[in-house]
């Protein structure tokens, strides 16, 4: 990385009013430095996307913080969200397309100007496209470079950077798939149950298990001719997840998070996300110890690289012998943005993406990692968060007629159904075990298609039982969710959805 990529400035007009927040008039020395630099901050910054799931709230922690989004999550309730009028219409097949789609209604770019010079963008996906859409508007994207990000979110490159920084991935081989024997020639060694993974897309719809040839012709078409694949042996194995930012000074790096991967009863995908648990004992001390110390080990193999700020990495973590694999790596902010950003930690100190925005604004800064990184990782920093996404799983197409609003919700004490307490747009109000956070997604108007996102319910405790398995208050939850929905008569086989296919991150 070279010194003038490590201390890119802010553009000249405000970046002599930036430096006069600091702590000595030249440069941030500690965490109450920079908590009181965002506070004042007068750079108009937006995060520009489908929803404002991923960043839930650090409006709270920045200055001249907004929302762009394509869907109102809260019905005009929140004065830091900006939704286009008629920018909702529309099919998009990714996050990239929804912001590209966002950046050139003439409603958003008046918007983005009216808070001040010198924007500045954030975002979940962004590709050159939208690079090219920023510049013209006049916005700084606070993040390395599209290309540079796609070339990291690679599966398989994924497996190479771990084997350069001493990371393991699963038992493993990289190969294209011609075939079942094919398949079954290049794994030898790996055993007859396999998870294969293309090197790009969601993983609830780029992952593959492969036990028998019926799994395979399943398959064939989204696996023969896609290129290299990562062959891996299927683990009996636990998903955990880590958020991390490479800064100047070392990489920061958050808790270990339990991943809630293939529950038929919240998502369709078999490998599909479905939410996280952050609690202190969500895995032994010495898988945390050892997930931490390979996420910094990544982090100093992404900064040799070139790359800088927010990363998240996906583990694997071994029931029968306790070993921790690398999963994936995610160059970007992610759907457990939310969780890390709001922990007791990140009271204490700073979440972890105002240090993501400190590394591209410009303003000199001392921060010391080391202790950074002991403070997060104690036992008694980690506050018990539990987020649950909900799917529609029919593979019915069924129009919404009805949905419920956002808000503070609670579980009925009979173990039945749920009750608004009252509208929010933010989980402050979670308190007790009965409480949750509901944040909807898919609205009246919308479509329930198979994976379609219904919402986001964020709550203290946990969903799993002592055996990881969804326990009866999880289910509570989405039955009362999808409960909430009133849905149209299903449409007929091959009808057309013509509402915008979304995903909350």
């Not at 200055?63 to 929140?78: A, E, K, W």
């Not at 896609?226 to 920061?252: F, P």
Request: proline fraction near 5%.
């Amino acid at each position: 990385m070279t010194s003038s990529t490590r201390h890119r400035r802010a553009p000249s007009a405000l970046l002599d009013a930036a430096q006069t927040l600091a702590g000595d008039g030249t440069r941030l020395h500690d965490i109450a430095d920079i908590r009181d630099y965002f506070h004042r901050q007068q750079r108009p910054v937006f995060f520009i996307g489908p929803t404002n799931f991923n960043l839930l709230g650090i409006e709270r922690w920045c200055n001249n913080f907004h929302h762009v989004n394509l869907i109102d999550c809260y019905d005009g309730r929140d004065p830091t969200v900006f939704v286009a009028p008629g920018a909702h219409e529309g099919d998009f097949d990714s996050i990239e397309a929804i912001n590209n789609h966002l950046l050139r209604q003439p409603r958003v770019a008046e918007y983005l100007h009216s808070f001040g010079p010198e924007p500045v963008a954030v975002f979940l996906m962004f590709d050159r496209t939208t690079e090219a859409l920023a510049r013209e508007l006049g916005l700084e994207i606070w993040f390395p470079p599209a290309e540079l990000r796609q070339r990291l979110d690679d599966k398989i490159e994924t497996v190479r950077i771990g084997d350069a920084a001493g990371v393991p991935s699963a038992p493993n081989v990289l190969s294209a798939v011609h075939s079942y024997d094919q398949l079954r020639a290049v794994a030898v060694g790996l055993g007859p149950d396999l998870v294969l993974q293309s090197a790009y897309g969601d993983s609830g719809h780029t992952t593959f298990f492969i036990s028998e040839e019926g799994d395979f012709r399943r398959h064939a078409e989204q696996i023969v001719g896609q290129g290299e694949m990562k062959i891996m042996r299927r683990l009996n194995c636990r998903s955990g997840a880590i958020e991390a930012c490479v800064t100047r000074d070392g990489t920061v790096v958050g808790p270990l998070v339990t991943e809630l991967v293939g529950f038929a009863e919240a998502t369709p995908y078999r490998g599909g996300w479905c939410g996280n648990e952050m609690f202190a004992d969500s895995f032994t001390p010495r898988a945390r110890r050892q997930a931490h110390s390979m996420t910094e080990r990544i982090g100093r193999k992404l900064h040799a690289l070139g790359y800088r700020g927010y990363f998240e990495l996906d583990f694997l973590i071994d029931a029968d012998d306790g070993k921790v694999y690398l999963g994936e790596l995610n160059p970007r902010i992610t759907g457990i943005s939310a969780l890390t950003n709001m922990a007791a930690f990140a009271y204490a100190d700073v979440p972890l993406f105002l240090l993501h925005m400190l590394e591209f604004s410009g303003v000199e800064y001392s921060l010391d990692v080391a202790a950074l990184n002991r403070r997060w990782s104690r036992a008694e920093a980690i506050d018990s968060w539990s987020q649950l996404v909900i799917k529609s799983t029919s593979p019915q197409l069924r129009r919404i007629e009805k949905a419920p609003p956002s808000g503070l919700w609670r579980a009925a004490d009979d173990g039945k159904g749920l009750e608004l307490q009252r509208l929010s747009t933010t989980p402050d109000g979670v308190h007790q075990p009965q409480q949750g956070f509901f944040l909807r997604i898919a609205g009246a108007g919308d479509w329930a298609y198979q994976g379609a996102d219904l919402g986001i319910v964020l709550a203290r405790g946990r969903w799993l039982d002592e055996s990881y398995r969804l326990g009866a208050r999880a289910r509570q939850w989405i039955d009362g969710i999808v409960g909430e929905y009133g849905l149209a008569a299903p449409q007929p086989a091959g009808a057309a959805c013509t509402a915008p296919r979304l995903k909350a991150g």
